[in-house]
C-alpha cells in the first residue's frame, strides 16, 4: 500500500465527512483500483477517517438546518450515495420531531409571506405552498396538516 496515497486519502477525508464511494472515486482520478482501493478504504475507516455513519449524521443535520430538507428528501440523497440503511437510520435519527414540524411551519410561513404579495388567488396560494414543501422533500400528510395551521393564522 503507497503511504502517500493514504496520507492524501486521510487529508482528503479530514477535509470533509466523505462516502466511501465518494473516495473511492477519487482513489480511481489517483489510479488506485480494485484490492488497493479497498484496502486504502479498510485503513481509512480503521483510522477513523472515514465513517459512513459519521457522514449521514453531519449531511443530515446539515440539509435539515440548514437548507430545510424534509426527511424524504434527505433519505433519497442519502441512497443515491449509497449509504447502508443502517447508516441512514442513524442520520435520520438527528432530526427531532418537534423541531422537524416546527422548521416546516417557519419554512411555510415565510414562502406564505412571499406569494401573499404576488397570489390573490387562496386556492393558487395554497396549491403553491404545497408544491414549495412537497419540493423540500417533507411528507404530503404533515405538509397538508401544517398548511391548515398556518393559513388559518
Known amino acids: ?10 487529508s482528503y477525508c479530514a477535509y470533509q465527512e466523505r462516502t466511501q464511494d465518494e473516495v473511492r472515486l477519487r482513489l480511481k482520478k489517483w489510479n488506485v483500483w480494485g ?3 479497498d484496502e486504502l478504504i479498510a485503513e481509512l475507516i480503521s483510522m477513523n477517517y472515514l465513517s459512513e455513519e459519521r457522514f449521514a449524521k453531519t449531511y ?23 449509504l447502508s440503511s443502517y447508516s441512514i ?25 412571499l406569494l401573499v404579495k404576488i397570489e390573490a388567488d387562496p386556492l393558487r396560494l395554497k396549491q403553491k405552498l404545497v408544491r414549495f414543501a412537497l419540493g423540500k422533500g417533507y411528507e404530503s400528510e404533515l405538509v397538508w396538516r401544517e398548511l391548515e395551521n398556518v393559513l388559518s393564522s
Open 1 to 10: 500500500m503507497d503511504r502517500l496515497i493514504l496520507q492524501k486519502a486521510a
Open 35 to 37: 484490492d488497493e482501493a
Open 60 to 82: 443530515v443535520g446539515g440539509k435539515f438546518r440548514i437548507k430545510n430538507w424534509g426527511r424524504m428528501k434527505i433519505r433519497q440523497e442519502l441512497q443515491r450515495r449509497g
Open 89 to 113: 437510520e442513524k442520520g435520520m435519527n438527528e432530526i427531532e420531531d418537534k423541531a422537524y414540524v416546527e422548521g416546516l411551519k417557519v419554512l411555510l410561513e415565510k414562502k406564505k409571506n
